[in-house]
């Protein structure tokens, strides 16, 4: 079984650092590759983005339900040991609980945690979920995750801001997939504890618009772990998909500069 991993080549004078991209919940190495890859690449950055097994073009060999944190926690480990160096982090979502749980046991350069999972946990935002939408709970009950964001109008109010284009959210509607009900149960008390957090150069990043992980649980996050906080203004949940995805880009590259 191989993890798919896409690479970008950096343009212009190549920076020291490389960068690895680590999706959320039911996406892939494409949602970087769109936008966020290019970016990167612009500004000098030799860039990588995974696909966790059972997303994107990463199989699986047992069914998406039953994968693992852990599972998830060993597709990121093995793709950082086979890179040329220790990576800068920059992760969305419930890839930036896997890179927390990373941070329990091994170092990076430096991180980005993009509207993520906090190390608290994610049980305020599913009772948000299932208590405001009323598709949520029936398709929680049924162990099919994909039934939040499988239509235009799901994954809008889960993902993106009122003013994204048509086209921008059919694509990425198209695209999205499932989700691991265990790594669901597991992200409701993730248990993080803290080593590595703290003694790396950390950039907690929300969105003042998101639908998933608000404002006040980003702060928290920054907190716990004596990182930069900043919000991205007029900004939903897919930080690097969404009406101002340029912006976010150069608001990461000039923190890391």
Not at 138 to 159: E, F, H
Request: net charge neutral; hydrophobic share 40%.
């Amino acid at each position: 079984m191989s993890t798919e991993l896409i690479k970008k080549e950096a343009k212009g004078e190549k920076k020291a650092d490389i960068i690895l991209f680590v999706h959320g919940a039911w996406h892939g190495a494409w949602v970087w590759e769109k936008y966020f890859m290019e970016y990167f690449s612009e500004a000098g950055y030799e860039s990588y983005a995974l696909s966790f097994r059972g997303h994107g073009n990463s199989p699986s060999k047992k069914g998406l339900n039953r994968i693992s944190m852990k599972d998830y926690l060993k597709d990121l480990i093995d793709v950082i040991d086979n890179l040329e160096q220790e990576p800068i982090i920059i992760a969305h979502c419930m890839g930036g609980l896997v890179v927390q749980k990373y941070l329990e046991q091994r170092s990076c350069k430096k991180v980005v945690l993009m509207a993520s999972i906090p190390p608290q946990g994610a049980l305020r935002t599913i009772l948000n979920v299932n208590l405001t939408r009323y598709y949520a709970l029936v398709n929680v009950l049924r162990l099919n995750l994909y039934g939040l964001v499988n239509s235009p109008s799901k994954a809008k109010w889960a993902l993106f801001s009122d003013t994204i284009s048509e086209e921008e959210l059919t694509d990425c509607t198209e695209r999205v997939g499932g989700e691991s009900f265990r790594v669901f149960l597991e992200m409701i008390v993730p248990n993080v504890k803290v080593n590595y957090h703290d003694k790396i150069p950390m950039l907690v990043l929300g969105a003042e618009n998101d639908n998933i992980i608000t404002v006040k649980e980003n702060k928290k996050t920054a907190k716990k772990y004596k990182a930069e906080l900043k919000i991205m203004p007029n900004t939903a949940h897919n930080l690097m998909l969404d009406v101002e995805n340029k912006l976010v880009a150069n608001e990461i590259i000039s923190w890391l500069d």
